[in-house]
């Protein structure tokens, strides 16, 4: 266990997201580790998470600031 295994781990979900790992594999590696070391496995869910938020706002076609078409 490092002291910035939750950043090493975001940075991983992060990876995870932009490769297109599947949810089951990532929730599946976070369980696994997390009796060892649960600051990882948090941060892992989290960047992964966050990048596919990130993900899907940009591809969302609808911009927000203006109203939708008919």
Same mark, same amino acid.
């Given at each position: 266990? #490092?002291? =910035? *295994?939750?950043?090493? /781990?975001? #940075?991983? /979900?992060?990876?995870?997201? @932009? %490769?297109? &790992?599947? *949810?089951?594999?990532?929730?599946?590696?976070? %369980?696994?580790?997390? !009796?060892?070391? !649960? &600051?990882?496995?948090?941060g &892992? @869910?989290? /960047?992964? &998470?966050?990048? %596919?938020?990130?993900? +899907?706002?940009? +591809?969302?076609? %609808? !911009? #927000? =600031?203006? !109203?939708? *078409?008919?």
């Open positions: 266990m #490092t002291a =910035n *295994s939750y950043l090493d /781990g975001y #940075t991983d /979900g992060e990876l995870a997201a @932009i %490769t297109h &790992l599947p *949810s089951r594999r990532v929730h599946a590696r976070a %369980t696994m580790a997390d !009796p060892y070391d !649960p &600051l990882w496995a948090q &892992l @869910i989290d /960047g992964y &998470l966050h990048a %596919t938020a990130v993900n +899907t706002a940009h +591809t969302d076609k %609808t !911009p #927000t =600031n203006q !109203p939708e *078409s008919r």
